[in-house]
């Protein structure tokens, strides 16, 4: 046996044994005797009797172990020509601070915060000082317009806001603190205050309820960590469903930490003063764990990176970061080397830089398509590492372990299950299917530590999304096979979750958001293949009887005003740019309409008629105007 399938079988065979050891990677207040807590399933606990602070973890810990004069965060912003460095003893300071700041506006332990915040390391101060208080975060992505956080600010019912005047995306200047007025003019629930950081590009205007983030600062007391049980929740986090009612994902603090500090060495292969840059956004899962606690919890250094990889102000930024601050571990989404490889075909901008101390190139957040990989891998001469993981997972279910070993990379496959994580393709009727078969992919409940505790103030729809579908099963919502090696092939959801440019989007919220105009009868939107964002959504509408779909300027303004709904409702990260008037959508005899067949077409495949089809003529004029045949 290799040295990776040794570590993955103990995690399996000695589950106890295993996950208690890689828990010493932290300080506990009260160490964990158990790892396990099976006492109500489906429901497990990670490290019952376990009592820590993942702030202490992140932070003090590393100040009082001699680490304090270390770079903790580094903000290099070419957005702003800014770059600053945080030493760990800076940062704690800063963290404790703000966690005063919280105490001070009511904020304790259990109470939420939302942190609406753009690539500034005020969005990681807010977010470890909840994490110093046990109070539970939940940030959102900046891209998301006013409606989607009111909608989580009604759900998270938090007792203060953190956001900001204003975000830069790429060279335009976008004001938050309008967003978030509206957001609050939409929403039921009444935080006690917003914290506001008032950026030099835009001054917001302040309200009664709203506190100034440095004056705060100036006059805050800093607090010290609170300890809060292993299963306490450590934050809420959103993400895309099948419907416009996004999940809130709850993550527990020690299985987290935990999971977090195992990957860092065995996934990441970097450690204690060793520099990851991790190209995300905090709004999203990879940046809750590999930009802020998975670097801060191993005392390695992080880059939060305010820009895009291109256009900021150009092709080279990813390989500057890396040369300047002597990155070892580079980790994106595919999305993001397209747009590098669109932009600078030959690489060139990367042979401007030395990138000696470039070990690795992750990549996860969509499917890595076999060309954007063999790219990557030509041109920088190191192992290029897709992972697969999820909102709800927290970190790497299938990835290359290279700080135990580095498997065989086969193209087109993430690799292998990671320690703790049985995953299994199984048909329709819950069957494990043969090696190579496609069928979904599930992982055998007890999932490992990391991953979702439940559904925030919904524990039914957590059973009904995730475990219901096939008994002892978590249900990823992907589907692929996996091969007579063990290598796994992720190939697409099976659900109306699509990725656009990396990024987790719902096509059963747009529908909704079409829905709600007044000349629309019914609509679907799919995601079809884009060769620089991997999918993007497109929507087709059925006009309601009586109005006079056939005039080509009606339609573009349709079209337009279509458009202009979804980016106003979800936000332009939502990248819906073309909506199709058909006649009539393909359905089933019972009223269903066959969305996957769409999907398929869309994608070029010679999708069968299906059996149950109401009407194949319908299907048919669909083919055309997907090949560009028909309006
Ligand atoms: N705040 C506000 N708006 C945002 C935003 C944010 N944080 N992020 C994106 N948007 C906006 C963009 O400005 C764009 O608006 P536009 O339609 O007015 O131009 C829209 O949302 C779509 O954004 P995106 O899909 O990112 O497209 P893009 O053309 O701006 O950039 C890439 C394309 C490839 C450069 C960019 O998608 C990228 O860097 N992807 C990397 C993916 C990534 O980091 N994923 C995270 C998961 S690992
Ligand atoms: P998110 O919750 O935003 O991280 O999105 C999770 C989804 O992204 C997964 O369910 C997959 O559909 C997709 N995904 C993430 N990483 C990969 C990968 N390496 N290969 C294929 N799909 C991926």
Known sequence: MGAFEDVRSASMTDREEFWLAAAKALDWYRPPERALDEDDPPFYRWFPGGELNVAYNALDRHVAGGRGGQAALIHDSPVTGTRRTYTYAELTDEVARFAGVLRGLGVGKGDRVVVYLPMVPEAVVAMLACARLGAVHSVVFGGFAAHELAVRIDDATPKVVVSASCGIEGGRILEYKPLLDRALGLSAHRPAACVILQRPQVRAAMGPADVDWAEAMAAAVPTLPVPVRSSDPLYVLYTSGTTGKPKGVVRDS?????????????????GPGQAIFTASDVGWVVGHSYIVYGPLLTGATTVLYEGK???????????RVCA????R???????AFRALRKEDPHGEYARRYALSGLKYLFLAGERLDPETYHWAADLLGIPVIDHWWQTETGWPIVGNPVGVELLPVKP????????GWDIQVIDADGAPVRPGEDGAIVARLPLP????????NDDDRFVRSYLSAFDGCYLTGDAGHIDSDGYVFVMGRTDDVINVAGHRLSTGAMEEVLATHPDVAECAVIGVADP??????RGFVVLKAGVDGDDEGYRRQLRDELVGLVRDRIGAVASLKQVTVVAALPKTRSGKILRKTMRGIADGLDEPVPATIEDAGVLESLRAVLRGQAR
Do not use: I, N, R
């Open 532 to 537: 620089l964002k991997g999918q993007v959504p």
């Open 324 to 327: 300047e601050h002597g990155v």
């Open 449 to 456: 530590p990391g991953a979702l505790l439940t559904l925030w």
């Open 309 to 319: 990889p291109v256009g900021t102000p150009d092709a080279g930024q990813f390989w």
């Open 412 to 419: 087109g496959s993430p690799a292998k299950p990671m320690p």
């Open 254 to 270: 020690g299985g987290y930490a935990t999971a977090l500090a195992w990957s860092m060495t065995g996934v990441y292969d970097v």
């Open 329 to 335: 571990s580079l980790f994106t989404a595919p999305t």
